[in-house]
C-alpha cells in the first residue's frame, strides 16, 4: 500500500530519499547514521519491517520513529513511549517577525556547544553530528549560544524546521520566533516547503507555529523503539 503523501513517512522518505547518504539499514527499515540522530524510518508495517527495525535498534539508547501509521515490534524490540505529534507545513501566509537579533550560521567548530544548549534545553533528539543535517543558524551574546534553529530531515520539496531552542536565561525576547523565521524563509527562497512537527500537547508552540504560516496537515504518532 502507498502511502497518500510523501510526509505521512517523513522519516522513510528522507532515508530512502536526500539524505540516503546518512542511512544506515536496509530492507524496510533504516535509520540515520549513530552519531547523527536516533531517527529511523519503515516503508511498512509487514513483519520483514518490523524485524528489520528490530535489527537497528541499539544495545543502548533507542530510536524514534514518527509516521501516521502505529505498529507492535517483532521480538528483540518493545515499544518504550507514543506520542501523539502534529505535523504542520507552511501555507504561504505567516508573521514576518522583525527582530533586532543577529542570526548567524553555525559552523562545525560550534557543534559542541549546539549539543550543549539542545541537552539542556531539549528540543529534541540532537547529538553532535545532527547539524550535518542542514544549516542550522544561532543567536549568540558575548560569544556564547544562546537559541538556534536549524533543519533536519528532508524530502522532495520539503525540509524540516528543527532544533528550535532558547537558553532559560534569554527566553521572552523573541529569539524562537526569530530564529524559526529566518530557517523557514531560507527554505523557501530555495523553491522548498518549510514544515515542521510538534507534540500534541504543547499548544504554546503550536500556536506560534501557527502564527508564523505553519498549518496542521496530519497527526503523526512518535514511537520509541527500545531493545526488549
Known sequence: MTDAHI????????LTGRQAGLAVGGGGAFRYKPDVSVLAGLQDESAASLAALAQLVPPEGYLLV?????????????????????????????????HSHQIVLLHPSDWPEMLALATATQPGPFLLRTPMLGEFWGVKRDGKLIAMAGERMRQDR????????????????GLGKALCVHVRDRVI??????YLHAY?????????????????????????????
Not at 501516521?68 to 505567516?94: D, H, M, N, W, Y
Not at 520539503?158 to 525576547?173: A, L, M
Not at 499548544?203 to 504518532?221: C, N, V
Request: hydrophobic content about 35%; glycine content about 10%; aromatic content about 8%.
Open 66 to 98: 514518527g509516521q501516521k501509521a502505529g505498529f507492535e515490534c517483532p521480538p528483540g524490540a518493545r515499544i518504550a513511549s507514543q506520542t501523539a505529534v502534529e505535523q504542520l507545513v507552511f501555507e504561504g501566509q505567516g508573521d514576518p517577525a522583525k
Open 200 to 228: 500534541a500537547s504543547n499548544e504554546t508552540a503550536l500556536k506560534l507555529y501557527r502564527a508564523l504560516g505553519f498549518h496542521k496537515r496530519s497527526d503523526l504518532i512518535a514511537t520509541v523503539v527500545e531493545k526488549a
Open 158 to 173: 520539503y525540509v524540516e524546521v528543527s532544533g528550535i531552542c532558547t537558553d532559560p536565561d534569554f527566553r521572552g525576547q
Open 189 to 194: 527562497a530555495r523553491g522548498e516547503v518549510p
Open 7 to 14: 510526509l505521512d513517512r517523513p522519516m522513510w522518505t528522507a
